[in-house]
């Protein structure tokens, strides 16, 4: 409470001042006070424009940083005051989605692969910028396009594929003289079970099929890798209709992989997106799926595990080799009055200069988005990038071999996938009923997103 | 034959007309108490009243995020009475509070008998039984989260390498039977203090002659607790169990932080289905009919036990 009002008060209960006296003088002090935060914030405004700016936190802390100091620097260099916000793992979603529905999203975002199909409505059409960046760049990478060009519109500039891959231990196939894998079934499958060892602790695989962005990376790409898909090319349902069959086997031999080939460690099934990395880093896999985060954790840190891991190709199954890169992109939102200098402030922190400052920090996280940047030397620097590169090169995206659709995102959002390996392996459902169940609730999304 | 106050009072204001009837009752300057009144009814109506029927509203519509709500009347709550993965989160929800609830409310009163006895270092043991209670939940959940880790857990590593019990780490969160038992094992560690403090207060305010009495009568200290200290505490205990049933059904960070309601849908309750709706699904009216689904259901509970109370007390 004010000071001067509490003395008022003081002053009321002591009976020094009558009640008409003690609102006098407090609807004078309260509308005193009120004129002068306005006469600031007139005086604020008087200073320059203002940007609100929300950046992506990573767990690429380096690249983290070069950003904000770029964006930091556009601010000096422009006279904008720039009010900069994270989004993490953890909130981005409901960050934006309180944003959007108060009607106060940031004038930019920097939104994760889900982001430009879920937040379309409150999104700018950006296509000359987007066009104009991504022709200087040799055009978009097909994956990209496919998450910032919705209905003909690009409602978001791309920025940046974050590349995943398949992480194994050189050293302990090397010494049991086995090849990387190329399969899932047989070549991970026999690479797991010659190198683990149990009772040390040390697992075959480490693939949670758990709720998590790594069980959802990977139970999409198992399905296309068998010649299945939940949707099909027209982006109607088809888990358990057109590509029974083939969703059927790859979800069999997912829930194989804990309990009959018995190659992943107890309490996989509770994994979030820490779990592998961590248990990578203890030496407790030979191998995992993960994204290029784990690369620069152990290259940053100097871990003694970076010189024995190669990073290869996702392995594939009898339809070949599948991966859905993330794509990171810009939006600039419909309630900015500052449209100009968001779209010169895109254009400053892609800039090539700035983008390769950014990329080198990134240790293979920053993919490409365009062709031009796909043929940098930077991704011939390291026989790892390379893997990680060409899963960009092939990456396919939500609702593959269809469109991107607002349910094939929501499926994705919500976790439908990793749900129906979990009720065979936890739930004691049998594969059939748990994609049954699975292709119901897809059903149902494609149902309710069908009304717009 | 007396008249009430109140009748007398509506008597005075009939007969004199509303205005100088009511400065009468009330005082000549009633109309400022409108004025002072005002600024309440006003916060009240505009951050409850008005968000809560909003909130109606919107669970009878077909709301997406930055999209304007469609209305289609009740069709969101039979969706969701037949939809096999919220039927699990209901069935989950009950489990999860009332098994915590039964498990806090025994140790609780285990809690408060011990600091209640002749023991050393009484407030000392105290200060440390209520650190769960204090401890921020998320710091706490998080902690456990490592400590249930199948590869990196300390739990693993006591059984399997410390004490050899187990030839295998248990995938504590991983398994449908002990994820829900793991849940609810954090919770209660949370929560029993609070039961446990609470029942220490009502069990100091009960008469030491009544314990006396029934010594002298011959009751054994298991006929003295029956007879005595509960029947001293029951008040106390209906509304702790009232409000941790509450508070545990509304659970969300416990729950959301080890499991995410995972693996399968083995510990998805309620209030994180609800936030999978929002958050996840981004359907924002059906995620607030899932809020609202159970509200009767709990009004009449908290009702019941109201009434019971208050029968008790008359009594």
């Known amino acids: 409470m004010d000071r001067r009002i509490r003395q008022l008060a003081e002053q009321l209960e002591a009976h020094q001042i009558s009640r008409r006296e003690f609102m006098r003088r407090t609807a004078v002090i309260t509308g005193g006070t009120a004129v002068g935060l306005s006469v600031l914030g007139k005086m604020a405004e008087a200073q320059g424009p203002k940007l609100r700016v929300w950046l992506f936190k990573s767990f690429v802390t380096d690249s983290n940083e070069i950003l904000a100091r770029q964006v930091e620097a556009w601010g000096k260099e422009r006279k904008v005051q720039v009010e900069m916000d994270w989004a993490t793992f953890g909130d981005r979603e409901q960050k934006f989605v309180a944003a ?16 430009p199909s879920r937040y379309r409505p409150a999104l700018r059409d950006v296509s000359a910028l987007s066009k104009d960046i991504a022709n200087a760049r040799g055009g978009l990478l097909p994956h990209a396009e496919r998450y910032v060009v919705l209905g003909g519109q690009h409602v978001a500039v791309a920025r940046q594929s974050w590349p995943g891959g398949f992480f194994i231990r050189k050293d302990l196939l090397d010494a049991k003289g086995i090849k990387p894998p190329k399969l899932y079934d047989p070549d991970v499958v026999e690479m797991a079970k010659k190198t683990q060892d149990p009772s040390k602790d040390l697992w075959g695989l480490g693939q949670t099929l758990n709720r998590s962005d790594d069980g959802n990376g990977y139970m999409q790409h198992i399905l296309w890798a068998y010649g299945g898909s939940t949707w099909d090319k027209d982006g109607k349902p088809a888990l358990g209709t057109t590509f029974l069959k083939q969703n059927m086997e790859a979800l069999q031999f997912s829930v194989d992989t804990i309990q009959k080939y018995k190659i992943q460690p107890p309490g996989v099934m509770s994994w979030t997106d820490v779990h592998n990395n961590e248990a990578y880093l203890a030496g407790k896999l030979v191998s995992t799926n993960n994204g290029a985060s784990l690369y620069y954790a152990m290259v940053s840190k100097k871990h003694p595990l970076a ?65 031009k940047r796909a043929e940098n030397p930077y991704w011939k620097s390291d026989p790892n990038f390379q893997g990680m590169l060409q899963n960009v090169l092939r990456g396919t995206w939500p609702g593959y071999p269809g469109p991107i659709t607002p ?6 959002a919500q976790y439908i996938l990793c749900d129906m390996a979990g009720r065979v392996v936890v739930g004691g459902l049998s594969p059939e009923a748990a994609l049954k169940e699975a292709h119901k609730r897809v059903e149902d999304i494609y149902r309710i997103r069908s009304r717009g | ?52 029927c909003y909130a109606i509203y919107l669970s009878m519509t077909h709301k997406l995020v930055g999209m304007p709500p469609i209305f289609v009347g009740f069709e969101n709550y039979i969706r969701l009475t037949w939809d096999g993965f919220f039927q699990r989160a209901v069935v989950n929800s009950f489990v999860f509070t009332f098994g915590s609830v039964i498990f806090k409310l025994g140790l609780g009163v285990l809690m408060a008998l011990v600091l209640t006895s002749n023991i050393r270092w009484r407030s000392f043991w105290t200060g440390v039984l209520l650190i769960p209670w ?37 995938g504590w969160l991983s398994e449908p039977g002990t994820a829900m038992a793991s849940v609810v094992a954090v919770n209660v ?28 009568d011959g ?23 009232l409000l941790s049933t509450i508070w545990t059904f509304n659970d969300f960070q416990i729950v959301y932080i080890l499991t995410k309601g995972g693996p399968g849908g083995t510990t998805m309750v309620m209030p994180v289905f609800t936030y999978e709706t929002a958050f996840g699904a981004q359907r924002l ?3 607030i009919a899932v809020a609202l689904y159970l509200l009767p259901a709990l009004a009449v509970t908290i009702m019941v036990l109201a009434r019971y109370m208050r029968k008790g007390r008359r009594r």
């Open chain 2, 189 to 216: 560690w949370r929560g029993f203090p609070f039961f446990g403090i609470s029942f220490l207060a009502g069990m100091k305010a009960i008469p030491a002659e009544l314990y006396e009495a029934a010594a002298v």
């Open chain 2, 285 to 287: 009216g059906e995620a």
């Open chain 1, 307 to 371: 010189e024995h891991t190669q990073v290869i190709l996702t392995p594939g199954g009898p339809a070949g080799s599948f991966s859905g890169p993330s794509c990171y992109s810009w939006g600039i939102f419909k309630t900015s009055k500052q449209v100009e200098l968001c779209e010169d402030l895109i254009r400053w922190v892609e800039d090539e200069k700035r983008f390769e400052e950014y990329m080198q920090a990134s240790i293979g996280q920053a993919g490409p988005v365009y062709k």
């Open chain 2, 1 to 52: 034959m007396a008249v009430p106050a109140a009748e007398l009072r509506s008597k005075v204001v009939a007969s004199r007309g509303g205005a100088a009837g009511l400065r009468h009752v009330l005082g000549p300057d009633y109309r400022m108490g409108y004025i002072f009144v005002a600024p309440i009814a006003l916060c009240v109506l505009s951050l409850v009243a008005y968000p809560f």
């Open chain 2, 219 to 241: 009751a054994s200290k298991l006929q003295r607790f029956r007879h005595v200290t509960l029947p001293g505490i029951k008040n106390i205990m209906i509304i702790v169990v």
């Open chain 1, 407 to 412: 349910a094939a995102i929501e499926v994705q």
């Open chain 2, 134 to 170: 204090v401890a921020p939940t998320v710091v706490s959940a998080l902690n456990f989260l490592w400590m249930f880790d199948g590869s990196l857990g300390v739990l693993n590593y006591l059984l399997v390498r410390v004490f050899r019990i187990l030839p295998q780490g248990v």
């Open chain 1, 100 to 115: 959007i529905e108060a009607g106060n999203p940031p004038d930019i975002g920097e939104m994760n692969y889900l982001g």
